[in-house]
């Protein structure tokens, strides 16, 4: 007699081992990853069966996510972290096992962050950093080396620019420094009085 034995195909447990959780990063740092996968049916996987994906939480007035890059069929390999927006990173590996079952893990990936303050010689007069104009002083949050761009409007209120504390032109990109720095835009007043 001939006895037919069912065996539960069960989905793949991928581990990431690079980087780890407590792992923070700056705009143009380079970033290793490895990992792996076992399967109950398969053994150890091999690094054909692994995709990773490299995805952005912009969280600005609450999170959405932006793809960043993919990495197909590797066992491990680095990614350069972006110039974006304040957020975080998620690192995802996938691995799929002989019968098309896929298990999946993430690394949650924080960024370093400096506190960039904006005054004005007067005070209480506007200026505009990324999208965003507001009455000085006021101070923002980035990640270390994001690229923002800066402007003082001029004239405004009876005062026009004359210069940036950091040497910039009225309107320009600045990189954030590893360490918490002041900005002041100095006006004088427009009709000489």
Known sequence: DTIR?????????????????TTT?????????????????????????????????????GCHTHAI???PGVAGGGFTAPDHDLGFLELRLTATDSGGLQGTTSVLLDP???????ASDPEKLV????STAEETPFART????AGTSVAAPSPQAGWKFTAWS???????????????TDYVATFVPACGG
């Open 166 to 180: 950091d040497g910039g032109g009225a309107s320009h990109q600045v990189t954030a420094p590893g360490t918490p």
């Open 142 to 145: 980035v990640i270390v080396g």
């Open 127 to 130: 200026l505009v950093v990324g």
């Open 112 to 118: 370093e962050t400096v506190t960039l303050t904006f």
């Open 25 to 61: 990063w700056h705009v143009g740092e380079v970033i290793a990853f490895a990992g792996g996968a076992t399967d109950v049916q398969d053994g150890v996987l091999a690094a054909g069966a692994l995709s990773w994906s490299l995805v952005l939480h912009h969280c600005p007035d």
């Open 5 to 21: 034995i069912t065996v539960d195909n069960t989905p793949p447990v991928p581990t990431i081992s690079a980087p780890t959780a």
């Open 69 to 71: 890059q993919s990495f």
